[in-house]
Nanobody, 122 residues
Framework: VQLQAFGGGLVQAGGSLRLSCAAS????????MGWFRQAPGKEREFVAA????????LYADFVNGRFTISRDNAENPVALRMNSLKPEDTAVHYC????????????????WGQGTLVTVSS
């Protein structure tokens, strides 16, 4: 069972990126999924989460309308569109799955992917 986040890269402030999460070993359609990030020297923090159906979404306050989480297909069960990126968004971003309902708590998630680095230059 594996999740792998991809789509990160280097972008200028104000730019956009779309992160995706590749799944293998099982399907994640019955789980809520989320995105978290961890900047150097900081704790892992919640970014966004989405319900099984995609009908309910949660966002961290710092997102402030800039990001959109969505359900995708079985091979790539969740995506995160990030617009108006800021240097403070620089972090390794992780996708995760596991809770029955969208959650902001990392401990609620049972499956974690390898992260993808997002670097935003000023």
């Amino acid at each position: 069972v594996q999740l792998q986040a991809f789509g990160g890269g280097l972008v200028q402030a104000g730019g956009s990126l779309r992160l995706s999460c590749a799944a293998s070993g099982r399907t994640f359609s019955s789980y809520a999924m989320g995105w978290f990030r961890q900047a150097p020297g900081k704790e892992r923090e919640f970014v966004a989460a989405i319900s099984q159906s995609g009908g309910r979404k949660l966002y961290a306050d710092f997102v402030n309308g800039r990001f959109t989480i969505s359900r995708d297909n079985a091979e790539n069960p969740v995506a995160l569109r990030m617009n108006s990126l800021k240097p403070e968004d620089t972090a390794v971003h992780y996708c995760a799955a596991g809770p029955m309902y969208p959650s902001t708590v990392p401990g609620s998630y049972h499956y974690w992917g390898q992260g993808t680095l997002v670097t935003v230059s000023s």
